[in-house]
Nanobody
Framework: QVQLVESGGGLVQAGGSLRLSCASS????????MDWYRQAPGKQREWVAT???????GYTDSVKGRFTISRDSADSTLYLQMNSLRPEDTAVYYC?????????WGQGTQVTVSA
């Protein structure tokens, strides 16, 4: 079983930055894919970014060039650096991993970007 705890959300003005963290209760060394998703009010949850165990990253088009996903196996933490934030980035952000054939989700952290 894996427990994931997100942190780092908050209220920021448009153009600002936030860094989200996702701490895992177990080592992430053997976890291949780690992802960030987000869910805005009244909308479906959407994929934001993925990083593999070898460091290959992928992003949804709306965040390319602004967000950077990274992972640190030493402290079993996934990160999402978010720059040039826009009001449309407002959402609850979730980290998620697939371990042992089961998908685990964190509880989410709220990001609110004011115009």
């Amino acid at each position: 079983q894996v427990q994931l705890v997100e942190s780092g959300g908050g209220l920021v003005q448009a153009g600002g930055s936030l860094r989200l963290s996702c701490a895992s209760s177990r080592s992430i060394f053997s976890i291949n894919f780690m992802d960030w998703y987000r869910q805005a009010p009244g909308k479906q949850r959407e994929w934001v970014a993925t990083i593999t165990s070898s460091g290959v990253a992928g992003y949804t088009d709306s965040v390319k060039g602004r967000f950077t996903i990274s992972r640190d196996s030493a402290d079993s933490t996934l990160y999402l650096q978010m720059n040039s934030l826009r009001p449309e980035d407002t959402a609850v952000y979730y980290c998620t991993v697939d371990s042992g054939g089961r998908r685990y989700w964190g509880q989410g952290t709220q990001v609110t970007v004011s115009a």
